[in-house]
């Protein structure tokens, strides 16, 4: 069976308590508990800055088998250099994430709004000079890499460097388009495919769920099932705005695919009886 992983945007959450989190749960337990949930998380801190040598060692401590940690490339990268000279960089970030070693997944590489399909050369030379031993997708936030010509061209670089298109249900691409692309040779024939859940910025206490997203959930879980024929690993993370509270967004979809879940209730520590 095809392995597909569904979990959250981060897992630092103080919001969480009482709704994911047992009340009372001291930050420095956020993490332990949430593995006992979720096979997957994508961090977002790495957007900010290279992560630690002292981060890496921790999360991979923390890491039991099979569970993955999905990071973003460094905004220096993305949004500073918008993929242009920016060897060092991703040199130093892709030597420090290696630390990870089997806890490792996907590097997501986030692109800018206004990264537009004319840069679709610095976009060639930037994919080229990508690591082989690691595993990348990109989201792009401008819907014209995805029509067209630019789409076809854009696929086809992606398809030659093993780097998979970022299936993000969000503002700024089409969710029938999204759908769409999930059928194109590049997406269902790769190696592992990579999707994103955002929402609105407007919703700001991740407490508990704000927005019945049920049918696009529905939609989403026909589509997955569909592409986990094809595809042999598929890594999925919910940002806490789709919903207002990740954890709960993450569960619900888990179940319409028939994973098994861990609910929150599970992660309170039961009293002993000796």
């Known amino acids: 069976m095809n392995r597909l992983h569904i979990?959250?945007?981060?897992w630092n959450y103080d919001a969480w308590l009482g709704g994911f989190y047992p009340p009372g749960t001291r930050a420095a337990d956020y993490l332990p508990l949430y593995i006992k949930a979720f096979d997957t998380v994508e961090i977002d801190s790495s957007f900010y800055a290279v992560?630690?040598?002292?981060?890496?060692?921790?999360?991979?401590?923390?890491?039991?088998?099979?569970?993955?940690?999905?990071?973003?490339?460094?905004?220096?990268?993305?949004h500073?250099?918008?993929?242009?000279?920016?060897?060092?960089?991703?040199?130093?970030?892709?030597?420090?994430?290696?630390?990870l070693d089997a806890a490792l997944g996907t590097l997501l590489i986030q692109c800018p709004p206004d990264l537009s399909p004319r840069v679709m050369p610095a976009?060639?030379?930037?994919?080229?000079?990508?690591?082989?031993?690691?595993?990348?997708?990109?989201?792009?936030?401008?819907r014209h890499w995805l029509l067209n010509e630019n789409g076809e061209t854009m696929l086809e670089l992606l398809r030659t460097n093993g780097v998979a298109l970022a299936l993000t249900d969000s503002?700024?691409?089409?969710?029938?388009?999204?759908?769409?692309?999930?059928?194109?040779?590049?997406?269902?024939?790769?190696?592992?495919?990579?999707?994103?859940?955002?929402?609105?910025?407007?919703?700001?206490?991740?407490?508990?769920?704000?927005?019945?997203?049920?049918?696009?959930?529905?939609?989403?879980?026909?589509?997955l099932k569909?592409?986990?024929?094809?595809?042999?690993?598929?890594?999925?993370?919910?940002?806490?705005?789709?919903?207002?509270?990740?954890?709960?967004?993450?569960?619900?979809?888990?179940?319409?695919l028939d994973l098994p879940v861990t609910e929150p209730a599970e992660l309170i520590e039961q009293p002993s009886l000796f």
């Open 123 to 142: 976009l060639e030379k930037f994919l080229a000079q990508l690591p082989r031993d690691l595993r990348f997708a990109i989201e792009f936030r401008d």
């Open 171 to 223: 503002q700024w691409i089409p969710r029938e388009l999204v759908f769409e692309l999930m059928q194109h040779p590049a997406v269902k024939d790769a190696a592992f495919a990579y999707v994103r859940w955002l929402g609105p910025r407007s919703l700001t206490d991740y407490s508990h769920v704000q927005l019945n997203r049920d049918a696009e959930l529905t939609a989403w879980a026909q589509s």
């Open 80 to 99: 500073e250099a918008r993929l242009v000279d920016c060897g060092d960089v991703l040199e130093q970030f892709c030597e420090r994430v290696r630390g």
């Open 226 to 256: 569909t592409l986990r024929k094809a595809v042999p690993l598929i890594d999925g993370y919910f940002n806490n705005h789709f919903q207002g509270h990740s954890p709960a967004s993450a569960n619900h979809l888990k179940r319409l």
């Open 51 to 78: 992560p630690s040598v002292a981060s890496i060692a921790k999360w991979r401590k923390s890491a039991p088998a099979g569970f993955r940690y999905a990071l973003k490339l460094p905004q220096a990268i993305t």
């Open 7 to 10: 979990g959250t945007q981060g």
